[in-house]
Every structure is written in C-alpha cells, then in structure tokens.
Nanobody, 123 residues
C-alpha cells in the first residue's frame, strides 16, 4: 500500500495562491500516474490535475490556466500550484496514485489515496 501525505492547505482570499504537496512513500510510484482530486460537501470527487507516467499533465477545464501540477521525483512529491483562486475552489484536495497509465483524471482507476488537505477560499 502506497502512503500519500498531503500538505499545504489553508485559507486564502479570493485571487490568492496556495501550493499543495503530496509526499509519496513508494518512490517507484513517482514515475507512474499521480493526481489531485477535490471533494466538496454533497459533491462528488472531481479530478483536478494529474501527471501520467509519460510526463503528460492534464487539467480539469475549470482550473486550466490557473493551476500547475508537477512531479518532483527527486523528492518523491507531487506539487499543485494554485493561482487566482476563487470560492468555487474551496474543497478538500486529495492526492492519488495508480500504477497504470491513461485516463488519469478518472477516480475509479485509483487504488491509493491520501487523507486530503482542506483549502478554503474566502470571498
């Protein structure tokens, strides 16, 4: 079982920025498919951004141009830089990992999940 530990959440004013990090316990997974999802009360778990094993980054339409996802394989982490935050970005952000490539914004294929870190954007 891969352990994923998120950090960097908090409260920020609308228009501000936050950087989330996810530390991956099994270094072999840092070259595989890693992703950020977010979950809101009463809402489903939505894929935000991911990096597949070939290095391709994919973003949800709602965050394109504002969020940047990247792997830091030297530190076994996945980083999500979030800029121009709006109240609609308020959620628990959860890191996920899977071994096989493809379809990396779909939650159903992930079998390793972190506990999540809360992000609150104030209007």
């Amino acid at each position: 079982q891969v352990q994923l530990v998120e950090s960097g959440g908090g409260s920020v004013q609308a228009g501000g920025s936050l950087t989330l990090s996810c530390t991956v316990s099994d270094y072999t997974y840092t070259s595989r498919c890693l992703a950020w999802f977010r979950q809101t009360p009463g809402g489903g778990r939505m894929g935000v951004a991911c990096v597949d094993s070939d290095g391709t980054a994919t973003y949800a339409d709602s965050v394109k141009g504002r969020f940047t996802v990247a792997k830091d394989q030297a530190k076994d982490t996945l980083v999500l830089q979030m800029n121009s935050l709006t109240p609609d970005d308020t959620a628990v952000y959860i890191c996920a990992a899977k071994w096989y490539s493809g379809d990396c914004l779909r939650s159903r294929w992930y079998d390793n999940w972190g506990q999540g870190t809360r992000v609150t954007v104030l209007s």
